[in-house]
């Protein structure tokens, strides 16, 4: 009995605790620790044969959006890829999200694209839920574009249980606040389920960027709101990616796209 007790003992002071610390610890470092195993090798990754998706017809100019998600990415691979006469001309880069998260891969991205001779654009994730003033703040303090630089964007798709009227009353307080800040007119990106239920003919003088991964004819027949950038497949693969990657093309040609910069 006694030694029963002076075991329960030990593991109650020591073991159990050991344990729960180890636990506590490993949750702390899993992201820093996978992100090390799984994009530190990113430039000995192998070439893509192609960039694994159909690419719509009739568009020359095709471009990326990306975020933390894709790890640590191969800048000088992703501009020396083409395929069938394809490469990639711009890049979309989330910045910010809400009124406190920042991308951590934000300012590192921004440089090295640019770097690269790769059009760069910066993007706000918006909840609707949240103080518009206050998500504006938020990546005017972490953005600051330059002459050259595509037009900002805020990337809308969720209601958060809010009213059209609602989202479209405060939405228009954050990309005037955009406006404002850099004296251009910010790119609107969401869905085209969204787009319908919630920003049909509200924001008509603002450019679109939408997103619709169905067949491409369907695409055209289904939704005939003017668009600039149309966000065609979420499976797209790139050199120096890992894993998949948003692919879109641009409504024009590149000295088109090099108009919309900022000046």
């Avoid at 090390?36 to 960039?51: C, D, I």
């Avoid at 711009?90 to 991205?109: H, L, P, S, V, Y």
């Avoid at 479209?168 to 787009?195: A, G, H, M, W």
Wanted: hydrophobic letters at 40%; charged letters at 25%.
């Amino acid at each position: 009995m006694k030694i029963t007790k002076n075991l329960s003992v030990f593991l109650r002071l020591f073991i159990i605790p050991g344990f729960l610390l180890l636990v506590m610890l490993l949750i702390i470092k899993a992201p820093a620790w996978f992100d090390t195993l799984f994009n530190r090798n990113q430039g000995n990754l192998p070439p893509v044969s192609s960039f694994g998706i159909i690419m719509p017809k009739g568009y020359s100019v095709h471009g990326i959006d990306i975020s933390k998600h894709q790890g640590t990415i191969d800048w000088d691979r992703v501009s020396k890829m083409k395929k069938n006469d394809i490469h990639i001309s711009f890049a979309f880069i989330k910045a910010t999200e809400g009124i406190t998260r920042q991308d951590n891969k934000f300012e590192t991205n921004w440089k090295l694209s640019a770097q690269h001779g790769i059009l760069r654009g910066a993007y706000h994730f918006y909840y609707p839920s949240r103080n518009a003033d206050k998500q504006a703040d938020n990546f005017i303090k972490v953005v600051k574009l330059s002459k050259g630089d595509l037009p900002p964007v805020v990337d809308i798709e969720h209601s958060n249980g809010k009213s059209a009227k609602k989202i479209c009353d405060d939405l228009k307080v954050f990309i005037e606040r955009l406006e404002k800040q850099y004296d251009v007119k910010p790119i609107i990106y969401t869905n085209i389920n969204f787009y319908n239920t919630y920003l049909i003919g509200r924001f008509d003088d603002y450019p679109l960027w939408i997103a619709g991964y169905f067949d491409h004819d369907r695409f055209y027949n289904e939704f005939k709101t003017p668009w600039i950038l149309w966000q065609h497949s979420e499976k797209g693969k790139v050199d120096g990616i890992r894993g998949n990657v948003d692919f879109n093309v641009f409504k024009g040609s590149l000295e088109k796209l090099e108009k919309i910069r900022i000046d």
